[in-house]
């Protein structure tokens, strides 16, 4: 099952979408995150979907911006599965929430 990891500001000094090259300091990240403006992620797999942990052998992309990371999953959701609904793993502060991508849902996370 794909997971996506909020990355902690604290973990870097600077951030860089490999998306689309959006770039901030950890400062910035940390006030745009705060306010919902932004977050950054680590997307992978996770074996167990009870797992909260994303194994560094199970990394897809290690840093990907809100806006590329559901664009992805959005894709992967019409194009890799069959009922064009993709189930995935939200974690956040080591607490893991499942949320699934479909055509109905529109304007990514934040909106
Ligand atoms: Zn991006």
């Given at each position: 099952m794909y997971a996506a990891e909020v990355i902690a500001p604290e973990e870097q000094l600077k951030f860089v979408c490999e ?93």
């Amino acid at each position: 099952m794909y997971a996506a990891e909020v990355i902690a500001p604290e973990e870097q000094l600077k951030f860089v979408c490999e998306g689309c090259n959006l770039e901030y300091t950890c400062v910035d990240y940390h006030t745009l995150l705060t306010s919902k403006k932004l977050a950054y992620f680590t997307l992978g797999e996770v074996e167990d979907p009870k797992s909260n942990v994303i194994l560094p052998d199970d990394i897809i992309v290690d840093c990907l911006c809100h806006q590329c990371l559901y664009t992805a999953l959005k894709d992967e959701a019409e194009h890799g599965t069959e009922n064009g609904e993709l189930k995935f793993k939200l974690i956040h502060n080591g607490m893991g929430h499942f949320s699934v991508i479909n055509n109905e849902r529109q304007g990514g996370f934040f909106s």
